[in-house]
Structure formats: C-alpha cells, structure tokens
C-alpha cells in the first residue's frame, strides 16, 4: 500500500519571508506540492524547492478561481499520491481563509493534516499603517467583519446596524466595492458620523495606500486617492492612530523588478527594502542541475586549473566530488580560480583559497588573469553554467587546453513570473544580474517594459541588453548587488531633482 502524504494549511501572512512563521518557511522548504493562492509574495515562493510543483488556485485578470470543492479534491488527489502538499494562504487560514473547510474535507477523506497560523491581514494591514486595532483607553476590543456575505442582498452582514453600538475597533475584510454601503448602514445604525476611519491597502497589494478620515467622509478621500482591492477598512477610534516610523527613506514609494537566482535576489531584497523600495521577483532563475560527464578523478593527475565562475558552480562541485568519494586532498595538484569575491567566499567554505579572484569582476578580467599565471602544459577546467560566456573559453582556448564541464542550467520560475506580471507596468526599475537573465526574461515576457528603468550589473550583461533594447540603461560600476542598489539610489537622487 502506498504511503499516504500530508497536507499543511500554511499561513502567508501579509508580506515576504521575514514575516512567515519558521513553521512555514521550513515546510515550503522540504514540500513536494505548494498550491497558493493570490497576494503571495514570488520571494515566498523562492523558498520553495526547485523541482517542487507549484499550482496557482488564485483569482487573476478577472479570471475565476477555482472552485472550493476543486481545491479540496486536488489537496486529497496529491496527499493520496504521497505528497507533502503546502497549502499556502495569504494572512491566517482561518481568518477568512476557508481553512475550516478545507480542514474538514480533508478529514473526512482520512488525510493527515496540520494548520500552520499566519498573521491576519486584520491586525496586520491597519499595523503596517501604524493603526493598533487595540490600545489601552482608546480601543478594548476588535471586531473582524467579512464584507463578503453571500446570502444578503447588498453582500454586507444582516447584523451591520449592531456592530454601530460596539465598542472598539471594527475591522472589514474585502469590502472596498462595499464602503459606502458600509459607511451608510453604521450610521444609520447609530454610530456618529466623525467616527474615524480607514481604508488601508498594504502588504503585497499591487498599489499601497493608507487613506484616514470619519464615516461621513471615507469614501470621498478614498475614491480622491484612488485605492485599489485588496484594502482593508478600520472603523473606531483607533482608525485615527498613527504610531507609524515616518522616516523619510530615499527610495520610497520606488518599485524594483529583481531578476536572478536566489543567492543575487536575497542581497537585493534585503538592501532595497533597507532603503525603502518595494520590490518584487521579475524573474527568480533556478537552478537545474546537469548530469556530470566527466570523471572528476582526472583532476587528480598533473597541474591543472580549476575555474568557477559563480557560488552555484562551487557548490554543485563539492557536491559532485562527494558522490564521486574524491578526497579533497587529491587535488593537491590544482589551483583554483574565482571570477569575484562572493565566488571566491564560497570556495574559501570549502577550506581552499584561490589563487585568482581579479579585482574586476568580468570574465575578461577572469580571463586575462589566467592568461598570466597559467603555464604551458597546464591545463584548464571551467566548471559553471551551460550558459556561460563564450568570450571566457575562446580566449583561453587560444593558448591552453580547455575542458568546459557545465553543472547546471537555469530556468524561470514561472509561478513568481506569473504572479509579477501585474507588476512589470508598475515598475520603475528593473535589474539585471546576468546575461542569462536578460534571457530568460525576453523569454518570460517577450519584451522590456516602457516605464522600467534597466539596470545591468555589469559589461557582459549590459552587453546582453544592447542586443535586444535600444533604450538608455545604468550599468553598475561594481559587479554585485551593492553596485546595483548604488546605481538605483543615485539614479533616482537625479530624477528626484530633475523632476
């Protein structure tokens, strides 16, 4: 009899990683199946094994969700077929989630299961506003409303006038088209008019706003800043709050299209959002191993060259040396060269140094280095990416004997590609962290956006771009992610002065 899988109900929360529980992050990490929905975030679902199969269940360009009883039937198909099936919710699954029922579904159908809390967008959303839906003298209580029902005429709940004599913080989830209804039925249910409220659209909605004022006039300053779905509605004292860090960050309010593999895009990320940008995966590039075709024991003999050209191609190596039980001490023969410094850290992970890491991070730079210290006789491996520059081994071909092994390949992630469309139009910049990745991205989406400034990490990227963009594009002065984000700031610094 076949082993029976798991499925674990996952909360997303209402923004990134950082905000996951490490309950959930270490189940997307080791899952075979992920099924998720809407407004997660592409960096969530990079946590995500390579070889894992991603569904979207979500609704998109006014497209349909799936049905609940489809969802239900697929969680059960895949635990039936053995799998560690992530079911991924934004906010908390059984905050408006649905969790409840899918839970009893798969009960009834003797699947294993576990919830895994997220944080609501209820209490996050008005947070990240700076909005405490409690606080002591002001709010003792809060009330979480869907706006969603569906046996009432106008979509609200029957018992709306009620919630006007509550005390406290009211709280409406997915209500927006329903605001003025909403505004209208608590005041006439008794609730003054210069109560305060807030519309607040946060966490991964496509467009950001926090829109403050009473319920006589909410829907007014909302429609005036435009807001769009998913928002949620504060009503109650509290709304009128602001416990929020104003500080003026350069980048806020800026949007970045990221592109590369997880290594480039956790260092962007990370320094982007430092600065204030709000940034989303364009193309997160995964990694696909290659079948080894070639005996490793050959580096054992004589005084070779051993040549990566990025962290992927140094780990996948030692990975390869280990199942091939190749003593490192065989490759006493050998140096080692390092296109950077982020490959070169981690071969030095490994306990070796290399002998070459130029002060230019290129594969000419990388090349001419060789050219130096390579002598006759000597010959030269290049283990790395079946894409990588051909520049790197015709020069070096001209005067030794090379070997170019290729260790893996990459590929775009396309459930983070189809989850970032909707951003593309609204990006201001877009990077580019490899030849590769202008690649696969033309490959993704057939073309550059108009709006998006690019920026390329380096020449041989930037070299990449003029192929097939004819637009004026940044390059970075250093190749890394640091080079990139100092290009962006001082960029947008200019277009903040030059309006």
């Known amino acids: 009899m076949e082993k029976q899988g798991c499925v674990y109900l996952v909360g997303a929360g209402c923004g990134g990683p950082e905000l996951l529980t490490l309950r959930g992050a270490s189940l997307l990490g080791t899952c075979d199946t992920v099924v998720y929905d809407d407004l997660i975030a592409g960096a969530i679902l990079s946590l995500v094994p390579d070889q894992a199969e991603k569904l979207y269940m979500g609704k998109r360009c006014g497209k349909h969700s799936a049905s609940q009883e489809e969802i239900c039937s697929l969680l059960i198909a895949k635990a039936r077929m053995g799998k560690r099936v992530v079911r991924l919710k934004g906010g908390d699954p059984f905050v408006f989630g649905r969790g409840g ?35 002591r003298g002001v709010s003792g209580s809060v009330h979480i409303v869907t706006a969603h029902t569906a046996d009432t005429p106008d979509g609200l709940p029957s018992y709306l006038e009620e919630l006007a004599h509550l005390p406290g913080t009211l709280v409406f989830l997915m209500g927006l088209n329903r605001l003025e209804q909403i505004a209208k039925r608590l005041i006439g249910g008794g609730m003054p008019a210069d109560t305060p409220a807030a519309v607040i659209s946060g966490g991964n909605a496509p467009e950001p706003a926090a829109v403050r004022g009473t319920l006589a006039d909410i829907v007014r300053r909302t429609q005036e800043a435009v807001v769009q779905a998913p928002a949620v509605i504060v009503v109650g004292a509290a709304a009128a709050m602001n416990l929020s860090f104003e500080a003026e960050k350069p980048l806020r309010g800026v949007c970045v299209g990221l592109t590369g593999t997880q290594a480039i895009l956790q260092k962007l990320r990370s320094a982007l959002e430092e600065h204030g940008a709000r940034v989303f995966d364009a193309v997160h590039s995964q990694i696909c191993p290659l079948p080894l075709d070639f005996d490793l024991r050959t580096l054992c003999e004589g005084r070779n060259w051993i040549v990566f050209t990025s962290g992927n191609g140094v780990h996948l190596f030692f990975q390869h040396l280990a199942r091939q039980k190749i003593d490192l001490r065989g490759l006493y023969g050998c140096r080692f060269a390092a296109i950077g410094r982020a490959t070169s850290q981690q071969l030095w992970e490994h306990g070796i140094q290399a002998d070459i890491c130029p002060d230019l991070y290129t594969s000419e730079a990388l090349a001419r280095a060789l050219c130096r210290a390579a002598e006759p006789g000597e010959d030269i491996f290049l283990f790395r990416s079946r894409r990588g520059s051909r520049e790197l081994l015709q020069t070096l071909a001209a005067r030794y004997t090379v070997r170019d092994v290729p260790l893996y390949d990459l590929r775009a992630d396309r459930a983070a590609a189809d989850m970032a469309r909707s951003c593309l139009e609204r990006a201001d910049y877009l990077t580019f962290s490899s030849a590769s990745g202008v690649e696969l991205f033309l490959r993704e989406y057939g073309e550059i956006p108009q709006r998006a400034a690019c920026v390329c990490i380096g020449e041989v990227t930037a070299n990449a771009l003029r192929k097939v963009y004819h637009k004026p594009f940044f390059t970075a002065p250093e190749i890394s992610a640091e080079g990139i984000v100092r290009v962006i700031l001082e960029a947008h610094r200019q277009a903040a002065s030059n309006p």
């Open 101 to 135: 029922e899918e839970i009893l579904a798969l009960r009834k159908a003797g699947i294993a299961y576990e919830e895994v809390p997220g944080v609501s967008s209820a209490i996050a959303i008005p947070a990240m506003a700076g909005i405490p839906v409690t606080h």
